[in-house]
């Protein structure tokens, strides 16, 4: 019998991410004040972010080597095994030999805390000892808290509003772990007041919890704010998924042609794919497929500008694919998925031709989450279904050209915090979304004009 699940030993954690910055063949556009529209230097982000977190967000080198205290809490869960998804692939009869990096082990349950612990600890070694965030689903969130609690820091959590009312389970996480949540928009931030006051009812989105964060990080010197996803450090510390991945395609003597994760802000998708664009830099073929939510496409149907990170035009001018940051998404229930822009890094990716874009809508993503869980036992979150439903449609693919390719995806989380999702979805209470296009036109009208 071949084996099922790959797996390395603790030893086998890698040493050192792998940063891609090194390698892509044109430089990632820089990060402009939002005043000046000129490039950031150090000295604008250190009001905001850990001094070592700032060397990496810009840092040239190919390797970055992980602290030894990094590694130590990882190893609680890592490395994540490699799972071969034979029953998926029987059910599908498809000659495809599908693959998933099971991100769902660590204790959080999602690859977030690969970022979260690197970021407690370099601000701990600057003498931060409170942290603030966002989060949508609470996924980010439970892992910030979780890592604050490992260093013996505080951890502050604005919550997007619709999630905090659909997630209670990842709130009581985060007060485990030791953190306070609040819901989003709030009325303890100047920015929450203001969101408020302008839409009492609205839902509240990953941009409005920014705004918060940033404002509560700001206004105390012994705190420092933490972003989830979407700059070039965290998907840096994600890389250790891909590193992992390349060690056990080589023990499985297998390699990928097409590569997948779901994209919220593209933290867990780069995890998985840039150690492995580094080898189609170097000549060969494989594809790599970003899938979002129709309901909030922002590679999809999104323009390649720059534009704020937050609703409020605090944060520097970021250049990538954007809805533009007044765009505010439906309340899916994958609300790691609702967020405006996409990871500069990924975005240029986009740009240049290596990286592909998808969109699903929520019903046929929960259908492929469903034929997961029944085939390969694990339930999806919801998120990590819109990776499953590109897996699923390529699996057909294969089946249908006859061809024997090999697929690996990021199983980015479990669902088990989810199952008021599910609940709907199996009642028939669950609806497709496809954003129109009128408001996302005019929500890029309001783009700042920087070329
Ligand atoms: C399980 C899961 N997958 C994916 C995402 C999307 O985030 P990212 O694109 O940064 O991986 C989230 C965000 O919360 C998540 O919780």
Same mark, same amino acid.
């Given at each position: 019998?071949?084996?099922?699940?790959?797996?390395?030993?603790?030893?086998?954690?890698?040493?050192?991410?792998?940063?891609?910055?090194?390698?892509?063949?044109?430089?990632?556009?820089?990060?402009?004040?939002?005043?000046?529209?000129?490039?950031?230097?150090?000295?604008?982000?250190?009001?905001?972010?850990?001094?070592?977190?700032?060397?990496?967000?810009?840092?040239?080198?190919?390797?970055?080597?992980?602290?030894?205290?990094?590694?130590?809490?990882?190893?609680?869960?890592?490395?994540?095994?490699? !799972?071969?998804?034979?029953?998926?692939?029987?059910?599908?009869? !498809?000659?495809?030999?599908? *693959?998933?990096?099971?991100?769902?082990? /660590?204790?959080? +349950?999602?690859? %977030?805390?690969? !970022? &979260?612990?690197?970021?407690? *600890?370099?601000?701990?070694?600057?003498?931060?000892?409170?942290?603030?965030?966002?989060?949508? &689903?609470?996924?980010?969130? /439970?892992?910030? @808290? =979780?890592?604050? %609690?490992?260093?013996?820091?505080? @951890?502050?959590?604005?919550?997007?509003?619709?999630?905090?009312?659909?997630?209670?389970?990842?709130?009581?996480?985060?007060?485990?772990?030791?953190?306070?949540?609040?819901?989003?928009? /709030?009325?303890?931030?100047?920015?929450?007041? %203001?969101?408020?006051? $302008?839409?009492?009812?609205?839902?509240?989105?990953?941009?409005?919890?920014?705004?918060?964060?940033?404002?509560?990080?700001?206004?105390?010197?012994?705190? %420092?704010?933490?972003?989830?996803?979407?700059?070039?450090?965290?998907?840096?510390?994600?890389?250790?998924?891909?590193?992992?991945?390349?060690?056990?395609?080589?023990? $499985?003597?297998?390699?990928?042609?097409?590569?997948?994760? @779901?994209?919220?802000?593209? /933290?867990?998708?780069?995890?998985?794919?840039?150690?492995?664009?580094?080898?189609?830099?170097?000549?060969?073929?494989?594809?790599?497929?970003? !899938?979002? #939510? @129709?309901?909030?496409?922002?590679?999809?149907?999104?323009?390649?500008?720059?534009?704020? +990170?937050?609703?409020?035009?605090?944060? #520097?001018?970021?250049?990538? =694919?954007?809805?533009?940051?007044?765009?505010?998404?439906?309340?899916?229930?994958?609300?790691?998925?609702?967020?405006?822009?996409?990871?500069?890094?990924?975005?240029?990716?986009?740009?240049?031709?290596?990286?592909?874009?998808?969109? *699903?809508?929520?019903?046929?993503? =929960?259908?492929?989450?469903?034929?997961?869980?029944?085939?390969?036992?694990?339930?999806?979150?919801?998120?990590?279904?819109?990776?499953?439903?590109?897996?699923?449609?390529?699996?057909?693919?294969?089946?249908?050209?006859?061809?024997?390719?090999?697929?690996?995806?990021? =199983?980015?989380?479990?669902?088990?915090?989810?199952?008021?999702?599910?609940?709907?979805?199996?009642?028939?209470?669950?609806?497709? *979304?496809?954003?129109?296009?009128?408001?996302?036109?005019?929500?890029?009208?309001?783009?700042?004009?920087?070329?």
């Amino acid at each position: 019998m071949s084996s099922k699940r790959v797996f390395l030993s603790e030893s086998d954690q890698p040493t050192a991410w792998y940063n891609l910055q090194a390698d892509l063949p044109k430089p990632v556009p820089p990060p402009l004040h939002p005043a000046t529209n000129q490039p950031l230097g150090p000295e604008d982000l250190a009001p905001i972010f850990a001094m070592e977190l700032i060397k990496q967000e810009v840092s040239q080198e190919r390797w970055i080597g992980i602290p030894d205290e990094v590694r130590r809490v990882l190893s609680i869960w890592r490395p994540s095994p490699l !799972t071969r998804a034979e029953n998926l692939e029987k059910a599908l009869k !498809t000659p495809a030999r599908i *693959y998933f990096k099971d991100e769902s082990h /660590s204790p959080p +349950g999602s690859h %977030k805390p690969n !970022t &979260a612990v690197a970021q407690a *600890y370099y601000n701990k070694q600057q003498g931060i000892n409170r942290l603030t965030t966002e989060t949508g &689903a609470g996924q980010w969130g /439970s892992a910030l @808290c =979780f890592a604050c %609690k490992m260093f013996e820091m505080e @951890c502050k959590v604005y919550m997007v509003k619709c999630s905090y009312e659909q997630k209670p389970y990842r709130r009581s996480m985060m007060q485990i772990w030791g953190g306070s949540v609040t819901p989003s928009p /709030s009325d303890e931030t100047e920015a929450g007041r %203001k969101m408020l006051a $302008a839409d009492p009812d609205t839902p509240g989105s990953l941009g409005m919890a920014i705004s918060e964060a940033v404002e509560a990080a700001v206004s105390r010197d012994d705190t %420092k704010y933490t972003l989830g996803s979407v700059l070039n450090h965290v998907l840096l510390h994600q890389s250790i998924i891909g590193l992992e991945a390349e060690k056990q395609f080589e023990l $499985a003597e297998d390699f990928p042609d097409v590569v997948i994760g @779901c994209c919220g802000g593209g /933290s867990n998708f780069a995890g998985l794919a840039f150690p492995f664009i580094r080898h189609r830099l170097a000549g060969k073929e494989i594809r790599f497929v970003a !899938t979002e #939510p @129709c309901s909030c496409p922002t590679m999809s149907r999104g323009q390649y500008r720059y534009d704020f +990170g937050d609703t409020t035009m605090l944060t #520097p001018l970021i250049k990538m =694919f954007t809805l533009g940051h007044s765009f505010v998404p439906p309340g899916i229930h994958a609300g790691g998925l609702r967020y405006h822009g996409m990871a500069p890094m990924i975005s240029l990716g986009a740009e240049l031709g290596i990286i592909e874009a998808a969109a *699903y809508h929520q019903l046929e993503c =929960f259908d492929a989450a469903r034929l997961f869980a029944s085939t390969e036992g694990i339930i999806p979150a919801p998120e990590t279904a819109h990776a499953i439903r590109a897996v699923v449609n390529e699996a057909e693919r294969c089946r249908q050209q006859g061809k024997e390719e090999c697929i690996v995806f990021n =199983f980015s989380g479990h669902g088990l915090c989810d199952l008021g999702a599910y609940d709907r979805y199996l009642a028939g209470e669950l609806e497709d *979304y496809a954003y129109p296009q009128e408001k996302i036109e005019a929500a890029i009208a309001e783009l700042p004009q920087v070329e």
